[in-house]
Every structure is written in C-alpha cells, then in structure tokens.
C-alpha cells in the first residue's frame, strides 16, 4: 500500500490494568479475549473500516516482551502462518491487510494524553504527515456498531463520542455540557467525573438534556494536539484527554457524536453490570 494515504489511529493502551491486576500482571487487558477472540482483534476490525490506516498501539513498557509476540501475532498473513505452524492446509487471505500496525511503548507519564502525543510522534517519525487522528481506548469495545465510522461521517474538526447521560454513571465519566439543537452537538464544557452534588448542580444549570457521557473514541485535529501540547499541566494533575477536551471546547468548536451502543469494559474487577439497567458490561474478573 506504498503511497496510500492512510488514516491515522492511536490506541491508548499504555495502562497496566490495576482494577484487575489479579490477571492484568499476566496480559495486557486488550487481549482479553471477548466472544472467543482477544478484544484488540474487534479493535482492529473495527478501525479497518476506515479503509488503510495506520494503527500505533501504545502500550506501558513493562508490557514490551508480549508486545514483541503480538507484532508477530496481528501481523500480516499471521493467520496464515498460524494454520501452516498447526499443519492445517487452509490458507486465509489477511482480513487487515489494509491496516499498518505498530507497537509503540509509552514514555512519560501515565495518561491517556500522553499515549496521544507518543503516537503522534511517531506518525511524524514515520512520515505519516499531520492531520486527522482518531483516538481508540483499547478497554473499551463497541459490539454491532462502528462508532469509528460515526465519528468519520463528523463536520470537520473535533469530535467526541457521547451517550445519552444517567446521573447513575456520572461519577465514572466526564460528563459533557452540550448546546442544545440539532445533532450533531455542539460541546460547550466537560466536567470529569463529578461528585453527585456536583452532578446535580450540572443538571439544575444546564437541563439534563443537554448532557452527554463521554465515551472512548475521538477524532482529533493538528489543532487540538498541538493546543493539547502547549498546556501546562500541574504536577499534581494527570494530563488526560478529557480536560484538553474542555479548556479547547471553550473557545472551538467541538462536536459530541451520540451512541447509545452497549459498551465492554475490559478493565472493570466485575463479570457484571455496575446496575441495573446500565449501558454497561464488564468484563475480567
């Protein structure tokens, strides 16, 4: 695919997993494997319809010896390398065959933001060139939908996935303050994770029609990383998306794409949802 543009997308996989670090110690969450295959393998299908892209996984370091299997494993023509290893005549053409995949380990401090600017990086390193970049958090899967394809059909600039808000999981997510208005929304602020006071107050002040949940997926611009870049960031603060997402939202526009998809949580310590009637699976205990 030699001079093919290609998309570009980061996977944020750079954590190690504490909230299930009963197995984490021993793979990475990713590769949880989810209806009998590892949840990087939906990932990746998921990205491939995009058409050609470039996918830089960015993973914590003390994962780099099963990083280095995994390069082999989602390689090209690994499935068919597999088959002949396992003395199976069945040779299947590549399903990613579209799809230039790389492991990168994280430097720097933990966050997903950091995972952002690595991968960008490396893009540049790699002559990818600027541009768009699509964000995929590695523990979150999407089952019968392709939020990816959502946030391509996007007006240009930024874009943020979001479902319909439940005061039940605000606590857990940044909540979104959206304009109200024909869809798609635009976004006004973010809130990360608020106390429930803090919710209620958001709800009195806005409505709660006006807010979203922030999901994990985005569709970054040049812009927005290299304000991400020029934030200075307190040494007690964890430079995360979600508060790059508010401070640029203020002052650019800022798109909130809604899904209402059930979502897996790879990283969640329960085999069950958090309550009833929640959005939400989790996975890997």
Do not use: C
């Amino acid at each position: 695919m030699s001079g093919t543009q290609r998309t570009r997308v980061v996977v944020a996989a750079g954590g190690l997993g504490t909230r299930v670090r009963s197995w984490a110690r021993y793979l990475p969450k990713e590769f949880l494997p989810v209806d009998g295959r590892p949840g990087i393998v939906h990932i990746l299908e998921e990205i491939a319809q995009l058409g050609p892209a470039h996918v830089v996984i960015v993973h914590h370091p003390y994962y780099a010896p099963f990083a280095e299997w995994a390069r082999q494993a989602l390689s090209p023509h690994s499935r068919s390398r597999y088959l002949r290893a396992a003395g199976q005549d069945l040779v299947e053409p590549d399903r990613y065959r579209h799809l230039r995949v790389e492991f990168v380990a994280q430097r720097g401090p933990y966050a997903d933001l950091t995972s952002v600017f690595n991968a960008d990086d490396h893009f540049a390193s790699t002559a990818t060139g600027a541009g768009e970049l699509y964000v995929v958090f590695s523990d979150n899967l999407y089952p019968g939908v392709n939020p990816l394809l959502d946030l391509a059909k996007a007006p240009p600039g930024v874009s943020v996935l979001a479902r319909p808000y439940r005061d039940g999981l605000a606590a857990h997510r940044g909540v979104l303050v959206t304009a109200s208005g024909p869809h798609p929304r635009q976004v006004l602020g973010l809130t990360e994770k608020p106390e429930p006071a803090s919710a209620r107050a958001l709800e009195r002040e806005h409505g709660r029609s006006n807010l979203l949940l922030l999901e994990g997926r985005a569709r970054l611009s040049a812009d927005f990383i290299a304000f991400a870049r020029a934030r200075v960031w307190p040494s007690n603060v964890e430079p995360k998306l979600a508060l790059v997402v508010d401070a640029y939202a203020r002052a650019h526009p800022v798109h909130a794409i809604q899904t209402s998809s059930t979502v897996i949580d790879l990283g969640t310590p329960e085999p069950v949802p958090a309550m009833a009637g929640s959005e939400i699976v989790q996975v890997g205990k």
